[in-house]
């Protein structure tokens, strides 16, 4: 099994991103070889300041590694890094339907919000997105649910390339999503009706894995619920649904476990204390490992760039493959080898 996931270095990290991605990366590392990419090629698609991507970029690093990402057992590595990443994007934007990146509901969504420049960089997000996964003939792609549609691109793109270049053979290989069954999508506490976002939420209704435990406290007393007592799950109470959900993965429960045992609770008060005091557990680590490993940019910059060399191994041979079927460059016995 070969696991690929890429997270952007945008914005600070949220819980939603820490259980839908960070927490399955982890997870990943005793499953198979794992692949973490920080896509900051994906970045540049919307408005941003050069100098605060580099320091994100640092910011995002000390986090996954702080999370527990451990770079012996897995490649960590800067998309822009690996050269392969921005030439397959471009060979596989010949097999990609114009009319399908126009359905992308990520675009929709973010080309809407854009109060300057629409790039076609944001167009072209989701061929870049299947470029870095097939590269690496990944099989397994964990991310949150609001990438679901993104995978489901860049199995087409695969399936198309297979079907008109591969000559009978699985040259790129169709990946599958690993969208968690439970937390796939974490809502904002102040607006349950919206995923928690980093462009598009609330500074409340968002916790940060970085925010202070006491943030994290009143950020969760304050989530909105609604007007009963019950401690269940329901698509008429998605404020206590979402804090069931949290406290389920958080203390390590399944979101059934947790109703049975809120079930003598005297309200929603409590289940507030209970899902505070799991977050903080959980997040209170993650926060003091940040601290010490962000201070050494130097050894983040290593761990990098090793990774970087190791993925630049593996995905160079695919596209070596991927030219050789298109019929772009040199042939393959003629070429120079890299
Ligand atoms: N609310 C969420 N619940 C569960 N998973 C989520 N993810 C994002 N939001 C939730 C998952 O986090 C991973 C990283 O996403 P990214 O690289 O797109 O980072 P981001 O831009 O910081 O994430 P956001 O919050 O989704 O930003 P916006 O809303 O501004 O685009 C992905 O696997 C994603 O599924």
Not at 47 to 60: A, F, G, K
Not at 124 to 129: A, E, S, W
Not at 136 to 160: F, K, N, W
Not at 291 to 317: F, K, P, W, Y
């Amino acid at each position: 099994m070969r696991i690929f996931s890429g997270i952007q270095p945008t914005g600070s990290k949220h819980l939603g991103n820490y259980i839908g991605a960070i927490r399955q990366y982890v997870e990943g590392q005793d499953r198979g070889e794992a692949l973490y990419c920080i896509v900051d090629l994906h970045a540049i698609t919307v408005s941003y300041d050069p100098h605060e991507l580099r320091s994100s970029l640092y910011d995002l690093c000390a986090l996954l590694l702080a999370a527990g990402l451990d770079a012996q057992r897995c490649i960590l590595f800067r998309q822009s890094d690996v050269l392969e990443h921005a030439e397959l994007t471009w060979l596989l934007a010949s097999v990609t339907a114009f009319g399908d990146l126009q359905r992308m509901h990520q675009f929709k969504d973010k080309s809407a919000s854009q109060r300057e420049l629409v790039s076609g960089g944001l167009f072209f997000y989701p061929v870049l997105m299947a470029a870095d996964v097939l590269a690496y003939r990944a099989t397994d792609v964990p991310v949150g649910d609001d990438q679901r549609q993104h995978v489901e691109l860049m199995r087409d793109i695969a399936i198309r390339f297979n079907a008109r270049f591969g000559g009978g053979e699985e040259v790129l290989l169709v990946p599958e999503h690993r969208i968690p069954s439970v937390g796939a999508r974490i809502m904002d506490l102040q607006d349950p009706a919206r995923k928690m976002s980093t462009t598009g939420g609330s500074e409340q209704g968002t916790i940060y894995v970085l925010d202070e435990p006491a943030t994290i406290v009143k950020k969760i007393a304050s989530a909105v619920t609604d007007s009963g007592r019950e401690i269940v799950r329901s698509p008429e109470k998605a404020g206590v649904s979402n804090l069931i959900e949290i406290l389920a993965v958080a203390s390590g429960r399944t979101p059934q476990q947790v109703e049975a045992d809120m079930a003598d609770a005297r309200g929603y008060g409590d289940l507030k204390k209970a899902v505070a005091e799991a977050v903080v557990a959980m997040l209170a680590p993650v926060r003091e490992r940040y601290v010490r490993l962000r201070a050494d940019e130097g050894a983040l910059e290593q761990i990098l760039a090793d990774g970087a060399a190791r993925a630049s191994e593996i995905a160079s041979h695919t596209l070596a493959d991927v030219r050789e079927r298109m019929g772009v460059g040199a042939p393959r016995q003629t070429r120079t080898l890299r």
